[in-house]
Protein backbone atom coordinates (compact mmCIF):
# COMPACT_ATOMS: atom_id res chain seq x y z
CA UNK A 1 0.00 0.00 0.00
CA UNK A 2 1.25 3.60 -0.43
CA UNK A 3 1.09 6.06 1.79
CA UNK A 4 1.26 9.73 0.98
CA UNK A 5 2.06 12.69 3.52
CA UNK A 6 1.43 16.33 2.88
CA UNK A 7 2.73 18.74 4.80
CA UNK A 8 3.50 22.63 4.83
CA UNK A 9 0.22 24.70 4.20
CA UNK A 10 -0.86 27.50 7.04
CA UNK A 11 -2.47 30.99 6.80
CA UNK A 12 -0.03 33.34 5.16
CA UNK A 13 -0.95 36.92 4.14
CA UNK A 14 -1.12 38.26 0.61
CA UNK A 15 2.63 38.49 -1.14
CA UNK A 16 3.76 35.61 1.23
CA UNK A 17 5.43 32.53 0.44
CA UNK A 18 4.78 28.59 1.61
CA UNK A 19 6.57 25.66 0.38
CA UNK A 20 4.10 22.42 0.52
CA UNK A 21 5.62 18.66 0.70
CA UNK A 22 4.41 15.53 -0.10
CA UNK A 23 6.52 12.06 0.45
CA UNK A 24 5.39 8.75 -1.00
CA UNK A 25 6.50 5.54 0.74
CA UNK A 26 5.55 2.12 0.87
CA UNK A 27 5.41 -0.29 3.56
CA UNK A 28 6.76 -3.13 1.82
CA UNK A 29 8.61 -3.08 -1.71
CA UNK A 30 9.75 -0.18 -3.70
CA UNK A 31 7.98 2.27 -5.41
CA UNK A 32 8.65 3.31 -9.09
CA UNK A 33 6.86 6.65 -9.45
CA UNK A 34 5.81 8.20 -13.11
CA UNK A 35 4.63 11.50 -12.37
CA UNK A 36 3.17 13.61 -8.86
CA UNK A 37 1.18 16.70 -9.33
CA UNK A 38 -0.40 19.21 -7.15
CA UNK A 39 -4.59 19.68 -7.09
CA UNK A 40 -6.37 22.05 -5.19
CA UNK A 41 -9.99 22.22 -4.50
CA UNK A 42 -11.55 26.23 -3.01
CA UNK A 43 -14.65 25.76 -1.24
CA UNK A 44 -17.81 25.47 -3.71
CA UNK A 45 -15.36 24.49 -6.57
CA UNK A 46 -14.48 21.75 -8.19
CA UNK A 47 -11.01 20.14 -7.81
CA UNK A 48 -8.67 22.11 -10.57
CA UNK A 49 -4.98 20.76 -11.38
CA UNK A 50 -2.11 23.51 -10.31
CA UNK A 51 1.42 21.82 -11.31
CA UNK A 52 2.77 18.42 -12.25
CA UNK A 53 6.13 17.08 -12.79
CA UNK A 54 7.25 13.68 -14.66
CA UNK A 55 9.95 11.38 -13.95
CA UNK A 56 11.55 12.92 -16.35
CA UNK A 57 11.29 16.07 -14.53
CA UNK A 58 8.80 17.67 -17.46
CA UNK A 59 6.72 20.29 -15.49
CA UNK A 60 3.41 21.64 -16.06
CA UNK A 61 1.73 24.73 -14.78
CA UNK A 62 -2.28 26.07 -14.50
CA UNK A 63 -2.02 29.75 -16.07
CA UNK A 64 -2.94 30.54 -12.73
CA UNK A 65 0.05 30.21 -11.06
CA UNK A 66 2.40 30.38 -14.07
CA UNK A 67 5.46 32.40 -12.81
CA UNK A 68 4.66 31.94 -8.71
CA UNK A 69 5.01 28.47 -8.27
CA UNK A 70 7.67 25.94 -8.77
CA UNK A 71 6.89 22.58 -8.83
CA UNK A 72 10.26 19.88 -8.32
CA UNK A 73 11.15 16.62 -6.42
CA UNK A 74 13.61 15.30 -4.29
CA UNK A 75 16.55 13.25 -5.43
CA UNK A 76 15.10 9.99 -4.36
CA UNK A 77 11.99 10.95 -6.07
CA UNK A 78 9.83 10.27 -3.87
CA UNK A 79 9.84 13.67 -2.82
CA UNK A 80 7.43 16.54 -4.56
CA UNK A 81 7.48 20.22 -4.12
CA UNK A 82 5.49 23.23 -4.04
CA UNK A 83 7.14 26.37 -3.82
CA UNK A 84 4.40 29.03 -4.05
CA UNK A 85 6.02 32.44 -3.95
CA UNK A 86 3.10 36.06 -4.74
CA UNK A 87 0.61 34.39 -3.07
CA UNK A 88 -3.13 35.64 -3.40
CA UNK A 89 -5.84 35.27 -1.62
CA UNK A 90 -7.73 33.47 -4.65
CA UNK A 91 -4.95 30.92 -3.83
CA UNK A 92 -6.89 29.46 -0.90
CA UNK A 93 -7.81 26.20 -0.65
CA UNK A 94 -7.04 22.40 -0.08
CA UNK A 95 -4.05 21.50 -1.46
CA UNK A 96 -3.86 17.32 -2.51
CA UNK A 97 -0.98 16.03 -3.95
CA UNK A 98 -1.37 12.87 -6.62
CA UNK A 99 1.15 10.29 -7.34
CA UNK A 100 1.18 7.83 -10.07
CA UNK A 101 3.55 4.63 -10.26
CA UNK A 102 3.92 1.23 -9.90
CA UNK A 103 4.51 -1.08 -6.92
CA UNK A 104 7.45 -3.65 -7.08
CA UNK A 105 6.83 -6.26 -4.46
CA UNK A 106 6.94 -9.77 -5.47
CA UNK A 107 4.47 -8.75 -8.49
CA UNK A 108 3.95 -5.55 -10.50
CA UNK A 109 0.93 -3.32 -9.33
CA UNK A 110 -0.35 -0.09 -10.66
CA UNK A 111 -1.59 2.83 -8.34
CA UNK A 112 -3.02 6.47 -8.45
CA UNK A 113 -3.08 7.51 -4.97
CA UNK A 114 -4.54 11.29 -3.02
CA UNK A 115 -2.53 12.54 -0.20
CA UNK A 116 -4.66 13.55 2.67
CA UNK A 117 -5.04 17.50 1.90
CA UNK A 118 -3.29 20.49 3.21
CA UNK A 119 -5.27 24.04 3.72
CA UNK A 120 -3.61 26.58 2.49
CA UNK A 121 -5.39 30.24 3.30
CA UNK A 122 -3.60 33.85 2.26
CA UNK A 123 -5.95 36.27 3.72
CA UNK A 124 -4.37 39.86 5.55
Known amino acids: QVQLVESGGDLVQPGGSLRLSCAAS??????????MSWYRQAPGKERESVAGITGSGRTNYAESVKGRFTISRDGAGNTVFLQMNNLKPEDTAVYYCNVVGRWYGGYVSRFNSWGQGTQVTVSS
Open 26 to 35: ASTGRLSIDS
